[in-house]
């Protein structure tokens, strides 16, 4: 089993920057495959970005290329994402995600094992 808490969301204006953190417990860090989802009101879980065990390889969402980086710490067992330029519509529920796996279709939320309870990003115009 894998605890995954995140923290960093807040609400802020547009053009503005957050970063998020995600911390995992209770199963090797440098195993896993880490992403993150956002699930707007009214609206379906969407990819956000991913990044692989090693830290060498991700993917991003069409939407947030260029505006959101994903990076991971192994001395803390973390994973970040670091939004800049957020937009009213990056408003949503932020969730880490931790997959045991090399996930082939890591867009899918299906692909993860463990979910962390979500950060609330507000970004107002």
């Known amino acids: 089993q894998a605890q995954l808490v995140e923290s960093g969301g807040g609400l802020v204006q547009a053009g503005g920057s957050l970063r998020l953190s995600c911390t995992a417990s209770?199963?090797?860090?440098?195993?896993?495959?880490m992403a993150w989802f956002r699930q707007a009101p009214g609206r379906e879980r969407e990819f956000v970005a991913m990044?692989?065990?090693?830290?060498?390889?991700?993917h991003y969402a069409d939407s947030v290329k260029g505006r959101f980086t994903i990076s991971r710490d192994s001395a803390l067992n973390t994973v970040y994402l670091e939004m800049i330029d957020l937009k009213p519509e990056d408003t949503a529920a932020y969730y880490c995600a931790a997959g045991i796996y090399s996930p082939v279709d890591y867009y899918t939320a299906t692909e993860y094992n463990y979910w962390g309870q979500g950060t609330q990003v507000t970004v107002s115009s």
């Open positions: 990044i692989n065990w090693s830290g060498r390889n991700a």
């Open positions: 209770g199963r090797t860090f440098d195993t896993l495959a």
